[in-house]
């Protein structure tokens, strides 16, 4: 039995309520104000929760079991920091982004051939055990490539085919 | 008027209870600041809005309790009495709001004040701006669905499944909400724009905020990543609010048909 079971069943339950409120809704006022609103609302909520639904089926058949659960959705990237303040580690648009303000103890590897953005206004960032000048550097690394940050700040690096320093 | 007094003697316990809560904490921190503990205070003080801040959904809450059992309450001479349905809202809905803002605007305040005497420089408009900005998009919509489901419940035959009605339909409003939140948060940049605030964080504060022990600029640090502090979601709330109204003038002038 597919591991998206006890999902289905979730929700199925809240579209069963979903539509048993529209029922009730439409047949049990005469206020039709009431009966607009409540019908409308339930409606929306039953096509959201079928979306959802639908969503993350789709999520489960694109990437599998062991994907969802550990959360890694194929990222080009590996790693994490220490800490970090006003940061963003995602996807942005076309490229895969890890963003700060500030960003101390970073290591990050690259998990494919990528094109790479890496911008940083001061600190102490490192590509392949070369430190990098403030500034803005592309190119392509290869999978396997190391990126240090001791510390740095204003710091934004791009992974995508849509990097570009501009 | 006479309408904002009943609601205010009804729900007088929770009224003052709000107002005396946020009294007695504005006295507590202002003074632990005057005794000189000011760092102290700041920790103490982000701890417990995390508690404080959430009571303010109390009011709703009960809003819709009140509402939804006014049919068959002693108080169901309301629903039927010649004043219009939008006088009976407004001042349902007045009351509520007037509370609440008075509630934010003690913790606003008694923020501001212990973030100042703790040494975090601000814009003079930031907090005013913070208390506007929660009012109008949160405050507002979620007291006006509080009166909604109210009505709702109340405009259903009773025992009858009108809960799970006034459920579904709050649900649905939350998800029209939360998308068209997302929608107009990265469409509509053509609205105006807060400018980014003004807030230093000096080096021994920082770590009361999680924060590695650095002087902080925020909006130094923000710049680099935002333009400013985007409107959408007040518009959004606002725009919300108005139709939740409309809705629930009309259902009060509906309710006692059902």
């Given amino acids: 039995m597919s591991v998206f079971f006890p999902i289905a069943v979730f ?14 809704g439409w047949t049990r006022s005469k206020s039709l104000t009431a009966r607009v609103f409540v019908v409308t609302m339930a409606l929306v909520w039953a096509g959201f929760t079928a979306a959802d639904a639908w969503h993350a089926y789709r999520l489960f058949q694109d990437t599998g079991l062991a994907e969802v659960v550990s959360g890694d959705f194929g990222r080009p990237l590996y790693g994490g920091y220490d800490t970090c303040s006003f940061c963003y580690e995602g996807p942005a648009g076309r490229v895969f982004v890890v963003a700060a303000s500030e960003l101390v103890g970073g290591n990050y590897m690259f998990t494919e051939d990528a094109r790479y953005a890496l911008r940083f206004k001061s600190g102490d960032v490192r590509l392949d055990g070369r430190r990098l000048e403030p500034g803005c550097h592309e190119g392509k690394a290869e999978a396997g490539t190391l990126v240090l940050v001791n510390e ?10 849509a990097a570009r320093c501009d | 008027m006479n309408l904002v ?24 921190m202002a003074r632990l600041v005057l005794a000189g503990e000011s760092l102290a205070t700041l920790a103490i003080h982000i701890g ?40 009976h809202v407004s001042a349902r809905f007045g009351a509520a709001f007037a509370t609440l803002a008075l509630y934010y605007g003690v913790l606003v305040a008694v923020s501001a004040w212990v973030a100042a005497s703790a040494g975090i420089r ?37 025992g009858r499944g009108g809960q799970a009605v006034a459920v579904a339909a709050v649900f649905g409003v939350f998800k029209v909400w939360g998308w068209l939140g997302g929608q107009t948060l990265g469409r509509l940049d053509f609205l105006p724009k807060l400018p980014l605030p003004e807030v230093v964080v000096p080096r021994e504060v920082a770590p009361f905020l999680g924060m590695t022990p650095s002087d902080l600029d925020l909006r130094q640090a923000l710049q680099p990543l935002f333009d400013g ?26 309710v006692e048909w059902a």
């Fill in chain 2, 122 to 158: 601000y814009d003079a408009w930031l907090p005013l701006a913070t208390w506007g900005y929660f009012l109008a998009s949160w405050v507002a919509p979620v007291v006006i669905l509080g009166i909604v489901y109210g009505l709702v419940v109340a405009a259903y035959r009773p």
């Fill in chain 1, 11 to 24: 929700y199925a339950v809240l579209l069963g309520l979903a539509l048993w409120a529209t029922w009730l």
């Fill in chain 2, 48 to 87: 417990f809005l995390f508690a404080l801040t959430p009571v303010g959904l109390l009011v709703p809450i009960v809003l819709a309790r009140t509402l939804s059992g006014e049919a068959t309450g002693p108080l169901a001479f309301l629903l039927t009495s010649p004043r219009r349905g939008l006088a």
């Fill in chain 2, 5 to 28: 007094m009943l609601e205010l003697r009804k729900h007088r316990l929770l009224v003052g209870g709000m107002l005396l809560v946020a009294l007695l904490w504005a006295a507590w």
């Fill in chain 2, 229 to 254: 502090v985007p409107t959408a979601p007040v518009f959004v709330g606002l725009l919300l609010s108005v139709l939740l109204f409309w809705v629930a003038v009309r259902l009060w002038e509906e």
């Fill in chain 1, 152 to 161: 740095a700040k204003g710091f934004r690096l791009e992974v995508g085919e």
